[in-house]
């Protein structure tokens, strides 16, 4: 399966022109089809996971093996010659495996195959696969979030006008989002890439009858279309740095091993952070993001969780040999990286307080978190990004599944207006998004607290010896807000009194039927279990077996020259209790401000209205940072008003002006002339420039005779004439 | 060798008065059939080029089934038949100074690519490969490598067959 | 003047295409400009199979032959414009069609 792995994507790919072909006739519309497809495609993504876990398995094996090997044949060769160091080193490999080094001594190949897509002028344009650890990890969740996402949608979007279309896409998504993953070039990553985006357009889009849901697609697109303008310019910068190859895994060996320049790798990976920025909702690019909430919910859910928004931080994860150097993550104490990221934490989190449409918090939240993962990445903790991708994944999908199922029996997003006291209308509903929630805020033992743990750990451990202290804060400040933001949600939701449509006693809230709540169960076991893949071993728990500690860096961490493993700035976090404890307890202390505020109503209620800087403060984050005015009236605004007003006063003052200057100063040196010279001069000069005015107009008039022949005429004249001129220069 | 050459300059004399006549004559119909002869004289230069299966099939369609079509455009829009005054625009020597113009570019960089005894043809101009044909070995290209683009030639013939019929028909 | 030159062909091609220039910048018939591009299109089909023999190269003739069946469906299309065009105006003249004159 592993050589096979290439078919995956395939699958969805057929599955959408199925869909779209075939799909009206079908007894469900097409539906089947896409979950057909995606079903065979998870059961693939596991047997490729398992495989992958005995190829890792097997290379390791191999590596103990070589290196014994290596010590008897030491030992025949020179028996009694110093038994001392000899016996020391055989301890050493004896306790190896238990040991940092153990993860990083072996060399896993990834399975890497091409195909020649078309070669020009010597250049190879390749396509293929690159499948190793972390392309393995996004096989499973993207397969699995898509097929939860299927079998949700059949009842959430049911009886929808673009039914089939809706599926064709899903199906398009996933597929272009795992050819992505598994791209072997970037320029396959960068064709995928804008597949994603073009899904992410057309389903955000999906009832485009309503302007905002239209403005909010064009939006998202326009906004990623800044960011590729930086994925094209690093994969350029980066093909031409790596000697002409378009080659990920190439590139990362030549990056890992400084054969290419610093300054082409800092110029390449501040490239691509634009793309990363806009792709994964980072500061300032984010603004799409909470506006493709207008998609269906199922859809904000698969892009949030699974698809799009991960591309970046994946993207940033396979070029990582590039921006490891390019950044100098692992000497420095601060970076553009950790910087997007660390600012992105705080500023989302800060958003998600003031919304009031449920699935716009936790699309704020997406952003934070987005940015708990960049920031790992710049700080160097490249697992515990991955990880809390992973962990992420599958809380995050519940959440948004879950806040779907509530606004589908209420058929409103608005906590404030249409929600409330939920609790007793949808108990499943209620369980699986406590638990989802606990997970994103970080509580023990769930998912989110090892994966937050490890990024904190990872703030706190790398870089150079000023270390990352300053996200170390950042990141426990971060974990605060969300606590908060995340109670107020869970509060206004299914707390209280109902509300509005919650209220309606002729059509009370019913729970969701069984093809929402099984996904909701299944993401909320997971979003319980999922922190367990990646147990820490060091620190406080060092009592954790070898066996079970670390599986997620084990199997999914790269291991071979194109990751920065090798070098000797890399290191993992160990796990720091004091941090867990801290980050705990501030966690709660969230919960318990947010609970005190909302539950109870302590604290001072209305301060926006009776403190000017508390009304300020929440105006600046009602009006989001006030970025989305920056790019409409400001720098839309300056080009559409300013520039083209000040292009118009110089046509109006300028050119006419000169003309009537020119004007003017005829007339006055036509007086000069009357009282000098010549009254039929004058004439004669008025006349004429009246006439040349004219004729000159009329001239210009007979040009746009629309007869075509005349056109082609001059088409031909004009080819002439520059072949000519081409012939006479060369 | 010098067979050859006269026979191209005839055709090419040919030819050009012809080509000539048929952009200047006042008859549409006179027209017409200045077009075949200078189809028939590109044709002989085809032979000339021992391209053979290209000038049957230059007659065929050209001669056959183009010019009459253009036959029956100039009776089906009732076009007068005889001296018509008006076929040529008042200010055709702007076009003929396109021309001109046009011929002078190309007629320079060709002589001063190709220059004249620069490149001869080889003697013997065939290209055949299968069966000393060179039919044949056309026929073994277009079947073979280019397969594809046959194909698509034929569905492009299908396509503007069925635009011409929906373009053309009364309803 | 013994042998044959690559030379000759194109040139001849050249004169041609001039030619069919002239006739569909100058000609008022629709008709008439149908055929001159014929012209135009006979011109490039001597300098393929000029190229063709001068290389010994089948290509020439193939794409000749591609271009003839091109120019069949061109002759086509195009008179059944025309024709539509009449229907619709009692006239081919290629004056009285100016509705992009500005």
């Known amino acids: 399966m592993l050589d096979n792995a290439w078919i995956i994507p395939l699958i969805p790919a057929a599955s959408f022109v199925l869909i779209l072909l075939f799909g009206k006739k079908m007894p469900k519309k097409g539906s089947e089809i896409g979950i057909a497809a995606l079903g065979v495609c998870f059961v693939l993504a596991l047997v490729t996971n398992v495989q992958w876990f005995s190829h890792v398995n097997d290379a390791e094996h191999a590596a103990e093996v070589h290196v014994s090997e290596g010590e008897h044949a030491e030992q025949a060769v020179a028996p009694h010659a110093d038994e001392t160091t000899d016996h020391g080193t055989a301890l050493e490999i004896a306790d190896a495996p238990s040991e940092e080094s153990a993860h990083t001594e072996f060399a896993v190949e990834p399975i890497h195959k091409s195909w020649t897509w078309w070669s020009n002028g010597g250049v190879n344009f390749s396509a293929g696969m690159l499948l190793d650890g972390p392309a393995v990890m996004m096989l499973f969740v993207v397969t699995l979030i898509s097929l939860l996402v299927h079998i949700y949608s059949t009842d959430y979007v049911n009886g929808d006008r673009r039914y089939t279309h809706y599926f064709a896409f899903l199906s398009l998504f996933t597929a272009s989002m795992l050819g992505l993953i598994m791209s072997e070039t970037t320029l396959q990553l960068l064709t995928c890439w804008e597949l994603v985006g073009l899904c992410s357009f057309a389903l955000i889009g999906h009832w485009w009858e309503e302007k905002p849901n239209s403005d909010a697609a064009l939006k998202a697109f326009i906004t990623n279309r800044v960011g590729d303008v930086g994925l094209i310019c690093g994969v350029i910068i980066l093909f031409f740095g790596a000697g002409q190859t378009f080659d990920i895994q190439t590139i990362n060996e030549m990056a890992v091993a400084g054969d290419i320049s610093h300054l082409v790798l800092l110029v390449a990976s501040c490239s691509l952070l634009a793309a990363v920025m806009s792709k994964s909702g980072q500061f300032i690019l984010h603004t799409w993001l909470p506006d493709a909430m207008a998609g269906p919910t199922p859809v904000s859910a698969l892009i949030h969780a699974a698809t799009m928004v991960v591309a970046g931080i994946y993207m940033v994860g396979r070029l990582y040999g590039v921006f490891f150097q390019g950044l100098s993550i692992g000497v420095s104490s601060v970076n553009l990286l950790a910087v997007v990221g660390g600012v992105t934490v705080l500023g989302g989190a800060g958003l998600a307080f003031v919304q009031n449409d449920i699935k716009k918090v936790l699309a704020y939240s997406t952003v934070s978190q987005l940015g708990y993962m960049v920031m790992a990445l710049g700080v160097g903790a490249w697992t515990a990004a991955f990880f809390h991708l992973f962990t992420h994944a599958m809380f995050k999908a519940g959440l948004f599944l879950g806040s779907g199922s509530v606004a589908h029996s209420v058929h409103s997003f608005d906590m404030k207006q249409d929600m409330g006291g939920m609790k007793k209308f949808m108990p499943k509903t209620y369980v699986t998004f406590l638990i989802c929630t606990g997970a994103l805020i970080g509580l023990f033992p769930l998912a989110g607290f090892w994966s937050k743990d490890e990024i904190l750990a990872g703030a706190s451990q790398l870089g150079g010896d000023g270390s990352y202290t300053a996200f170390l804060v950042v990141g426990t400040l971060g974990a605060l807000m969300t606590a908060a933001y995340m109670t107020r949600c869970v509060y206004l939701t299914f707390h209280g009194e109902p509300r509005g449509h919650a209220a309606d006693a002729a059509h009370p809230p019913h729970e969701s039927g069984p093809r929402i709540v099984v996904p909701l169960y299944i993401l909320g076991g997971l979003a319980m279990v999922a922190g367990l893949v990646n147990l820490p071993n060091s620190g406080a728990l060092s009592f954790i077996p070898d066996s079970l500690a670390l599986r997620f860096e084990h199997f999914y961490e790269p291991k071979g020259e194109y990751f920065p493993a090798v070098l000797s700035t890399f290191s993992h976090p160990e796990f720091d209790l004091g941090i867990a404890l801290v980050s705990t307890v501030i966690g709660l202390a969230g919960i318990g401000l947010a609970y005190a505020w909302y539950f109870r109503g302590m604290g001072p209620h209305g301060i926006t209205e009776r403190s000017k800087v508390a009304r300020a403060g929440h105006r600046v984050l009602v009006e989001k940072y006030y970025l989305d005015r920056l790019y409409t009236d400001i720098i839309v605004g300056s080009v559409k008003g300013p520039i083209a007003k000040a292009a118009y006063w110089l046509n109006q003052k300028g050119l006419d002006g000169v003309v009537n200057g020119a004007g003017a100063g005829a007339v006055a040196g036509g007086r000069w002339i009357y009282d000098h010279i010549d009254q039929g001069v004058i004439d004669g000069a008025v006349n004429g420039s009246g006439a040349a005015a004219e004729g000159s107009g009329q001239g210009l008039r007979q040009m746009q005779t629309g007869r075509v022949q005349q056109y082609a005429a001059l088409l031909f004249a004009g080819a002439a004439l520059l072949a000519g001129i081409f012939i006479v220069i060369i | 060798m010098v067979a050859q050459n006269l026979f191209f300059y005839a055709f090419a004399a040919m030819i050009v008065f012809s080509a000539i006549r048929v952009v200047t004559t006042q008859n549409v119909v006179h027209a017409a059939l200045y077009l075949v002869a200078v189809l028939a004289g590109v044709g002989a230069q085809y032979i000339l080029l021992a391209a053979e299966f290209v000038a049957a099939t230059q007659v065929l369609v050209y001669i056959g089934a183009v010019v009459v079509l253009l036959l029956f455009g100039v009776m089906l829009t009732r076009t007068e038949i005889g001296r018509d005054q008006d076929l040529t625009h008042r200010n055709w020597p702007g076009g003929a100074a396109t021309a001109i113009l046009l011929l002078g570019v190309m007629a320079y960089t060709l002589i001063d690519e190709y220059g004249w005894s620069r490149t001869p043809l080889p003697a013997d101009t065939r290209i055949a490969s299968v069966n000393g044909s060179n039919t044949a070995t056309v026929s073994d290209s277009i079947f073979g490598q280019y397969l594809v683009p046959f194909e698509v030639i034929s569905v492009l013939l299908l396509a503007a067959l069925v635009g011409a019929i929906v373009l053309a028909r009364k309803d | ?102």
């Open chain 3, 1 to 102: 003047m013994d042998d044959l030159l690559l030379n000759q062909f194109l040139l001849l091609g050249a004169v041609l295409f001039c030619v069919g220039v002239y006739g569909v910048l100058a000609r008022r018939n629709a008709v008439l400009v149908l055929m001159s591009i014929e012209l135009i299109l006979n011109s490039v089909n001597i300098n393929f199979i000029a190229f063709g023999a001068m290389h010994g190269n089948p290509a020439g003739a193939v794409f000749a032959l591609f271009i003839i069946a091109v120019a069949a469906a061109e002759v086509g299309v195009g008179l059944a414009i025309v024709l539509l065009i009449y229907r619709n105006r009692k006239s081919v003249d290629l004056n009285d069609i100016a509705e992009l004159k500005g």
